[in-house]
């Protein structure tokens, strides 16, 4: 049986979850709510504060689907009571980061500014303090959104191994390769 898939998911106070006929589960919590469809094979049963996630049989489909939907679920759970925060920083000479609502205005290098216009589900704010690279903090209760958004910021400037400029995750460690002086000796 699936570690994962096995794995209660408690539900928290303030948390209700409905399972509808059509295996729509619907998460409601102090910061939101969100909707998943489940494969129909896939049952889940509620008591006592506790989630169960079971499948069918032991295809090797419905064993692959079983661990999915209880991670999808449990983050659902813990992005209505916690919520999510990724935090990007900005490496590089004269990389800015600003932004009005949710619109993201990005100085990274190139001839012109990229604007990004963010979904209302994932909040933005951005920080420039002297003496520290720019940083871009998105927030959100989708986990699946925000890390889709922060990808998608990532990709305008990914981090180059040489210098090691770019956009990068906080706390991120960059493999970084010797330039073509090093190689001379």
């Given amino acids: 049986m699936s570690r994962i898939g096995k794995a209660p998911i408690t539900i928290p106070a303030g948390v209700t979850i409905t399972v509808s006929k059509e295996n729509v589960v619907t998460v409601k919590g102090p910061k939101g ?3 998943q469809n489940v494969d129909r094979d896939i049952t889940i049963e509620q ?3 506790v989630l169960q996630v079971s499948r069918a049989s032991e295809q090797k489909k419905h064993k692959a689907l079983h661990g999915l939907y209880r991670s999808l679920i449990n983050n659902m759970v813990i992005g209505v009571t916690e919520g999510y925060k990724l935090q990007q920083e900005l490496v ?3 990389y800015r980061a600003t932004n009005q609502g949710n619109t993201l205005d990005l100085v ?12 209302v589900e994932v909040k933005v704010t951005t920080s420039s303090e002297k003496g520290q690279t720019p940083k871009i903090i998105l927030e959100s209760i989708d986990k699946q959104l925000i890390g889709q ?8 400037r990914a981090p180059e191994p040489y210098k090691g400029k770019g956009i990068k995750f906080v706390g991120e460690v960059l493999r ?3 330039g073509k002086s090093a190689s001379k000796k």
Avoid at 108 to 119: A, K, T
Avoid at 149 to 156: E, F, G, T, Y
Wanted: hydrophobic share 40%.
């Fill in 47 to 49: 008591e006592d504060g």
């Fill in 33 to 35: 709510e969100l909707t």
């Fill in 149 to 156: 958004v922060a990808a998608k910021i990532r990709s305008l």
């Fill in 176 to 178: 970084r390769k010797a």
């Fill in 108 to 119: 990274l290098g190139y001839s012109h500014h990229f604007i990004f216009q963010l979904p």
């Fill in 92 to 94: 590089g000479v004269g």
